[in-house]
């Protein structure tokens, strides 16, 4: 949806669409604050994670479900509430809650939980049969390193059994994963990740404005982006675009007016 005509802006994928997502994460709106949110960001918003374990105290959870569904847009609870179910030895009770909420998303995760791997890709493959599997690679824990071969053999092994896209991790604080301390990316992690596990396939959480400029530079405006803040929808494709500072020369026509004020 465009108001006016200005040439030159880069080509966005349209929903529903494999690249160029946008993952937004719901910490607990109302629905009043939803319905506000699908009707300004609905176009721009493809999926919607409901953070953590919110969903298991979200008011009128079906209500708000429903909402985000008539809008086009895909939900999933947050791999945290994955592994409340998991460490309980509650994989099947999970499944079910999932059928029971006509859930078309979920995501596997071991942030928060110590997992042999062989068991959580056993468990995508498991919930690959019936729902969209997003799974997601690095520690919740700061100051946890994983070696970026380790990185990229995991994000495989994880598609190959069948998910989706794989996020790559960083917490709501864009602070651990992908990220260092200080919010910066981790280039060189990255890079490797780059070199062995396709772009497309990739979700990579970027919280803050600068982790998103980074990797639009890096990878352009249909670069899959997650745990997007609701405040922050519009102003993320505004990046995209280049109509924000951060990317506007990016995307500046070439033959375009030089300001040489």
Request: hydrophobic share 40%; charged share 25%; proline share 3%.
């Amino acid at each position: 949806m465009r108001n006016f005509k200005l040439p030159g802006l880069p080509e966005r994928t349209e929903k529903p669409r494999e690249n160029g997502l946008t993952m937004v994460m719901d910490k607990g709106l109302s629905l009043r604050q939803t319905l506000d949110l699908v009707s300004v960001c609905g176009e721009y918003t493809d999926i919607v994670k409901l953070g953590f374990g919110t969903s298991l105290i979200t008011k009128d959870l079906n209500k708000k479900l429903g909402l985000y569904n008539e809008a086009g847009i895909k939900t999933y609870f947050g791999g945290t509430l994955f592994e409340a179910f998991i460490v309980r030895n509650m994989f099947d009770d999970y499944r079910r809650l999932l059928t029971k909420l006509k859930m078309e998303y979920v995501e596997v995760s071991d942030g928060s939980v110590q997992m042999a791997h062989e068991d959580k890709c056993g468990y995508i493959k498991e919930l690959a049969k019936d729902f969209t599997v997003l799974s997601e690679v690095g520690s919740k824990e700061a100051g946890v390193i994983i070696h970026p071969n380790l990185w990229t053999s995991m994000m495989d092994k994880e598609i190959k059994s069948g998910a989706w896209k794989v996020i790559a991790e960083s917490r709501e604080s864009g602070t651990v994963g992908i990220y260092r301390p200080n919010g910066n990316a981790h280039v060189t992690l990255i890079n490797k990740i780059l070199n062995k596990v396709p772009a497309e396939n990739i979700i990579w959480e970027a919280p803050k404005k600068s982790q998103q400029a980074w990797f639009i530079a890096l990878l352009g405006a249909n670069v899959n982006l997650g745990n997007i803040g609701t405040d922050d929808v519009i102003p993320l494709e505004t990046l995209r675009l280049g109509l924000r500072g951060d990317t506007f020369k990016q995307f500046t026509p070439k033959n375009a007016k030089e300001n040489k004020d």
